[in-house]
């Protein structure tokens, strides 16, 4: 039993540091929520064949696990994923572990093709917003946020979508909200809204 800790303690340490070494670092395992804690509704969340499955009232899955100590500066991260008919998510950046409410702390990056919320995915939302849509519902696509200092460039299957400049870009209501450093979360919005997630992986970048 004590080799078997001591074996669980230097996986968990590789981690992290791979993480620190600039390499890509899978943050869902597709089994079960370790590493990550889940705020208001925890029912809105769910695996089902090995993806994650967000659907329901709100609430905000937050990484708390052992990579980067969940402690984001400048950063990749890279999501797979599938939005269904009139949907709505968001992936946060920089936020902390909130029990309630939207989330006070950290940028939205907004996941939505066809809900009624005209700030479409890629959006920094409220800061630096997106109208056009670059993929369908239903379709396998991956949202890429890079953060580097007061910047962050969100591209869909590689293209770039969006660039938003903390200095210049402060276009909306939510003027409270900056870039600092913290984890990420995901977002279950509301209970007509479906979206599966199948991969959610981190590069961290230098300071």
């Not at 006070?104 to 959006?123: F, L, P, Y």
């Not at 007061?150 to 660039?163: L, R, S």
């Amino acid at each position: 039993m004590k080799n078997l800790f001591s074996l669980l303690a230097c996986f968990l340490i590789s981690l992290s540091l791979s993480a620190q070494s600039g390499e890509w670092v899978e943050l869902f395992n597709g089994q079960n929520f370790e590493g990550w804690k889940i705020s208001e509704n925890p029912d809105s969340f769910s695996i089902e064949d090995g993806m994650l499955k967000v659907n329901g009232p709100r609430g905000h899955m937050f990484y708390e696990g052992e990579v980067g100590d969940h402690d984001f500066n400048n950063f990749e991260l890279e999501v797979t994923l599938k939005t269904l008919p009139e949907a709505n998510s968001g992936i946060f950046i920089h936020t902390k572990y909130q029990e309630r409410g939207w989330p006070n702390i950290g940028h939205e990056i907004q996941v939505n093709q066809s809900h009624g919320d005209w700030r479409k995915t890629g959006s920094v939302y409220s800061f630096k917003d997106v109208r056009d849509t670059f993929v369908e519902d239903g379709e396998w696509y991956k949202e890429t946020i890079i953060v580097q200092g007061d910047k962050v460039t969100v591209k869909v299957n590689g293209e770039v979508i969006n660039e938003y400049d903390e200095t210049k870009d402060r276009e909306g209501d939510l003027g409270t909200k900056k870039l600092d450093h913290g984890t990420i979360a995901l977002q279950a919005h509301d209970p007509n809204s479906v979206v599966y997630y199948k991969s959610v992986k981190i590069k961290i970048l230098p300071d």
